[in-house]
């Protein structure tokens, strides 16, 4: 049996709750053949929980993209990059690659940290890699930073960062509402540069949802390369992290994860959607 190969460009989380840790999970729950390229490690100081950020050399991340690509990944996605010099070479790596779909998770903060790791990440990420993107999933925060407005609170101020992400380059785009619009539904909005769809599930506790952002795009990612359409992947995949979300655990007196096996071995989470 011949796996579609998903690759991740990403940080390392040492604790496996993010980063590549949770993309490779996803991606072997999805039967993909995952590989990856760490540009990043991220510890954790055991009595803070602080984060502390470690880039890879960049004639290692050289290296490690060389490999990867001479084993025609389908599918690529990014997570936490931490250089300018680095997103460039995940977006020479996607159009050296032959890979059909890149997605573009775009990391801006550790979870629980509030600081954008680097603001001219931001204007890289705008260059070099929307304008490539099959995808891009930010959260509210992030999708305020990508279009240089403040965090997007109501439905139609979402609508409007989305807008503005298509029109910096990515063909969809996918912004995880979340909690965080206002309501009794977890919602995302998607659009295709033609139409908007809303998708919805019942809001759940959100206390052990550390690693969704970096699954839910892992999914997107491994659905994508399966040959689902983008519309197809994004309610696939938010159905996937919603119920790992629903079934995490805690890991420690820190933090609580995601069980990326929940929709296979646990339940299967139905998601709402309509055309807005």
């Not at 790596?93 to 979870?111: E, H, Q, T, W």
């Not at 919805?200 to 659905?223: L, R, V």
């Amino acid at each position: 049996m011949q796996l579609q190969k998903t690759l991740t460009i990403a940080g390392t989380d040492v604790s496996g709750g993010a980063g590549i840790a949770a993309d490779l999970k996803t991606f072997q729950e999805h039967e993909t053949y995952g590989m990856s390229v760490i540009v990043t490690t991220v510890t954790m100081d055991p009595k803070t929980w602080s984060h502390r950020v470690f880039p890879t050399a960049l004639e290692v991340v050289d290296s490690q993209i060389e490999t990867a690509l001479s084993i025609s990944p389908d599918a690529i996605k990014t997570g936490m990059l931490p250089s300018e010099e680095v997103i460039e070479r995940a977006k020479t790596a996607f159009l050296n690659s032959g890979a059909k779909f890149f997605v573009i998770d775009p990391v801006m903060v550790c979870k629980g940290d509030d600081e954008v790791l680097n603001p001219g990440l931001v204007d890289a990420m705008i260059e070099h890699l929307l304008p490539h993107a099959t995808i891009v999933t930010p959260n509210l925060v992030e999708a305020g930073h990508l279009t240089r407005r403040k965090t997007p609170k109501t439905l139609d101020e979402v609508k409007e960062c989305a807008v503005e992400i298509v029109r910096q380059g990515a063909q969809h785009v996918i912004i995880k509402g979340g909690t965080g619009i206002e309501g009794d539904k977890a919602i995302d909005v998607y659009y295709d540069g033609d139409e908007f769809h809303l998708l919805t599930t019942e809001k759940i506790d959100a206390s052990y949802n550390h690693g969704a952002g970096c699954t839910f795009a892992a999914a997107i990612t491994a659905k994508l390369a399966k040959g689902e359409t983008p519309l197809e992947a994004v309610r696939s995949a938010k159905a996937f992290v919603t119920s790992a979300i629903k079934n995490g655990w805690r890991l420690n007196e820190h933090v609580g994860v995601v069980r990326h096996g929940a929709a296979n071995t646990v339940e299967e989470i139905k998601v709402k959607e309509e055309q807005i």
